[in-house]
């Protein structure tokens, strides 16, 4: 069991610039979640996939920010137009449907200058 | 909406010294209680969890907590914490009718002195 990996660990951007992350769920993990954290706070759902299907999306998600699952296994987040209001830990989790236990990855650090 | 309240931001205990971290939730369904703990350096590990049953669960390295429905509260404990319980520690909530978000706490931070 390798655990969820995240890509790039740290991230850093100037205002205005596109980036995109990466999440690999622990396999055969069907459910996957991204969360932002920002220091002092606990982790903000912004949404969640079962297999390919984005079920849930956060207030917190704005139209800058876009996640796909394609194939029902890894995830990217992307956000455009980068604000320094953005600057967070990007979490990636993920769950069996069984056990609905989510399991967290090291994070992405952005910071946006 | 599901809140949820740690009411400690920062707690500083020597070794041998027992803990106790409140956690209470603004929810009045069902619901999954979860503690997860975040070590310096490292990320977020589950600590342990509530779903249904007995309502005191044990957890890894020695910690429990006590689901309290009638509190709207899940503490978490330990008898007695060591240097390596320095962390942070996180209370997450899912309610059952709340999809599969978890909504965490603001976190607790705590130094345990040698």
């Known amino acids: 069991d390798t655990g969820v990996s995240q890509d790039p660990r740290h991230k850093i951007t100037k205002r205005g610039q596109n980036v995109t992350f990466r999440c690999d769920p622990i396999?055969?993990?069907?459910?996957l979640y991204w969360y932002r954290q920002t220091l002092g706070q606990g982790p903000e759902f912004l949404t969640y996939?079962?297999?390919?299907?984005?079920?849930?999306k956060s207030r917190l998600l704005s139209d800058r920010f876009s996640a796909e699952r394609p194939k029902g296994s890894f995830s990217t987040l992307e956000i455009q137009r980068t604000e320094q209001g953005d600057s967070a830990m990007y979490l990636c989790?993920?769950?069996?449907?069984?056990?609905?236990?989510?399991?967290f990855g090291p994070g992405t650090r952005l910071t946006v200058l | 909406a599901q809140s949820v309240s740690q009411h400690n931001h920062h707690v500083i205990l020597s070794e041998a010294a027992s803990l106790e971290l409140g956690c209470n939730y603004s929810?009045?369904?069902?619901?999954?209680l979860f503690w997860y703990v975040q070590y310096p350096g490292q990320h977020l590990q589950l600590l342990l969890k509530?779903?249904?049953?007995?309502?005191l669960v044990k957890g890894i390295k020695g910690f429990e907590a006590e689901f309290i429905k009638s509190k709207f509260s899940f503490n978490l404990r330990k008898p007695s914490v060591q240097w390596s319980d320095t962390a942070e520690y996180f209370c997450?909530?899912?309610?059952?009718?709340?999809?599969?978000?978890?909504?965490f706490g603001g976190g607790t931070r705590l130094m345990v002195k040698p």
């Open positions: 989790a993920s769950s069996t449907q069984l056990t609905d236990t989510q399991y």
């Open positions: 396999s055969e993990h069907n459910r």
């Open positions: 996939f079962q297999n390919e299907a984005q079920l849930e």
């Open positions: 929810y009045g369904g069902t619901v999954n």
């Open positions: 509530y779903f249904s049953g007995d309502p």
């Open positions: 997450a909530v899912n309610a059952n009718n709340a999809g599969n978000m978890l909504t």
